[in-house]
């Protein structure tokens, strides 16, 4: 007779097999920390604390719950999931026999296409005038990067000296999971990076007080930047040409869209985003297919009524 499994405790097990097992990333695990903490919070609303008696019903009203919040159909579904996988955890490993979200569909999320900026506000971006001194070229080498590799902002700040291959122009970088990859850099991208790193890193890396830090991107203390600082560098710059608001990730989104509007493989653009399947990658084909109806509608001689 198995002995009793208490929700949390398991919860515990998932998410540990999350980050060993699978290689989850950071924000993963706590993303569905917090979604299964409040799971098994309503679940103790209800006098259920172990895997066993937790019914199909349960889950439904779950569900329920987290429409009445008027969620974001995106977090809903990301809810459901780590409700999904949990379960199909307690079940594979043998934990119980019970599994109440079997066959249970997920909420259906609406389609959203990515937020971009055009090639014309790109260029507007990055040609725009930059301080002089370490922090402007470190900035736009930032800006660059950012636009011309598609980098995610944690792979950004992750890179160290010893990932830039000058020679073969190409980048190590560390994607979810802590999957490496490698993606191409070159051009304006290319040049930006060399020029603060020659000229400008140095000078901040000065400033460090204790060890050395081996990050190409460095804070005015010498040490490796946040993530709220690279928001804040795309957020000031963005705002500086009109693009009020303007997120690291658009930036990424921008490098997909205008690279499958110039013809690029939609293969070769799920290597360099780094995305573990393609699927993910498919949503830029909807925004290439609004790029095309627009081009349609602006150059056809009678594509629009008179």
Not at 151 to 172: F, H, M, N, Q, Y
Request: charged residues 25%.
């Amino acid at each position: 007779m198995r002995p009793p499994w208490v929700v949390r405790s398991a919860i515990d097990d998932y998410l540990a097999y999350l980050a060993i097992e699978r290689g989850a990333s950071n924000n993963t695990i706590k993303a569905y920390g917090r979604d299964l903490s409040e799971y098994a919070g309503f679940l103790g609303e209800r006098g259920l604390f172990e895997p066993d008696r937790i019914l199909r019903e349960d889950v439904t009203a779950f569900v329920a719950t987290l429409r009445e919040r008027e969620l974001a159909p995106s977090s809903v579904e990301r809810k459901v999931a780590a409700v999904k996988g949990f379960h199909k955890f307690l079940v594979r490993e043998g934990l119980t026999d019970n599994h109440p979200t079997s066959r249970l569909p997920l909420p259906k999320t609406p389609d959203r296409l990515p937020d971009v900026i055009s090639i014309a506000e790109a260029d507007e971006l990055l040609s725009q005038p930059f301080a002089d001194g370490p922090l402007g070229m470190r900035d736009r080498a930032i800006l660059e990067v950012l636009y011309g590799c598609g980098l995610r902002v944690s792979e950004l700040i992750g890179i160290d000296c010893a990932d830039i291959d000058a020679e073969k122009g190409s980048l190590r970088v560390m994607g979810k999971g802590d999957k490496e990859r490698v993606v191409p850099i070159g051009g304006m991208a290319a040049h930006a990076m060399q020029a603060y790193l020659s000229s400008a890193r140095s000078l901040l890396r000065v400033k460090r007080t204790v060890a050395t830090s081996s990050a190409v991107f460095l804070n005015v203390r010498g040490g490796r930047l946040s993530r709220q600082a690279i928001f804040r560098i795309v957020r000031t710059y963005g705002g500086r040409v009109g693009l009020d608001g303007l997120h690291p990730h658009t930036l990424r989104h921008s490098f997909a869209t205008h690279l499958l509007e110039g013809g690029a493989d939609l293969r070769v653009l799920q290597e360099l985003l780094g995305h573990a399947d393609i699927v993910t990658t498919q949503v830029y084909t909807h925004v290439d297919r609004a790029h095309i109806r627009e081009e349609y509608l602006s150059t056809h001689p009678r594509a629009r009524m008179r």
